[in-house]
């Protein structure tokens, strides 16, 4: 079965601090890749998507995630986060013919000013 | 907005009771999703409706958990003798066609909590 790995459950950063979020998936077919973001109190948003071309992908609010399908990894890189950036952070893949998504456990972010 | 409409927000209903979940999705979104997130986890897929019919199933835990969507827009999620165990967040999801490669936009969720 396609699983979601991401491999840390807290992460704690200081403002202007670089920031990196690992996942990994299992499936090793074509994969459909996303990060999604939970601010408090809100609903999950699509931070940004792999589906095929260019393995370094841009998202919003100067997030972005690299594929590297010899690895199995789809990290997640802010080079300077905010205190807005204080939220959940989920990754999930789909795979080719499903619509269903598979998400990882989730990753806390509490920046600090 | 015109987003993802859940109702209620939050639940309680006493162990053996029957709860309904309501999911109002984006306006003419074909696609509609939902996913069970239990605490301190990511969200679980449960069922998955391509306008009227239900296509995948296979992530209802057991057949106390019925959805329906028979008009194709509005979809609930009903849960029968709830146990303990149901008490998690319910997320629904749409998206504008079947198509994979369409992005899922999530509701808000309902908090069930069963007593």
């Known amino acids: 079965a396609q699983s979601v790995s991401q491999h840390n459950h807290h992460v704690i950063l200081s403002e202007a601090a670089s920031l990196e979020l690992g996942c990994n998936y299992s499936y090793g077919g074509t994969v459909n890749l996303f990060w999604y973001v939970q601010y408090p109190g809100q609903h999950l948003q699509l931070l940004l998507k792999?589906?095929?071309?260019?393995?370094l992908v841009k998202g919003i609010k100067g997030f972005e995630a690299e594929f590297i399908k010899s690895k199995f990894s789809f990290n997640l890189r802010k080079p300077s986060v905010q205190w807005s950036d204080t939220a959940e952070y989920f990754c999930a893949s789909r795979s080719g013919g499903y619509n269903k998504l598979i998400f990882g456990a989730g990753t806390r972010l509490a920046v600090h000013p | 907005g015109a987003g993802v409409s859940q109702s209620p927000r939050y639940k309680v209903a006493k162990r053996g009771q029957d709860v309904a979940l309501r999911c109002d999705p984006i306006s003419g979104h074909v696609s509609l999703f939902w996913y069970q997130q239990a605490l301190g986890q990511g969200p679980e897929f449960l069922t998955y409706f391509q306008n009227e019919a239900q296509l995948d199933k296979s992530g209802l835990p057991s057949d106390r958990f019925f959805a329906e969507r028979p008009e194709g827009s509005v979809s609930t999620l009903k849960i029968q003798r709830t146990q303990q165990e149901d008490s998690a967040v319910y997320l629904c999801?749409?998206?504008?066609?079947?198509?994979?490669?369409?992005?899922?936009?999530f509701g808000d969720g309902t908090r069930l909590s069963i007593l």
């Open positions: 792999y589906f095929s071309g260019d393995p």
């Open positions: 999801a749409s998206s504008q066609t079947q198509d994979s490669n369409q992005p899922q936009h």
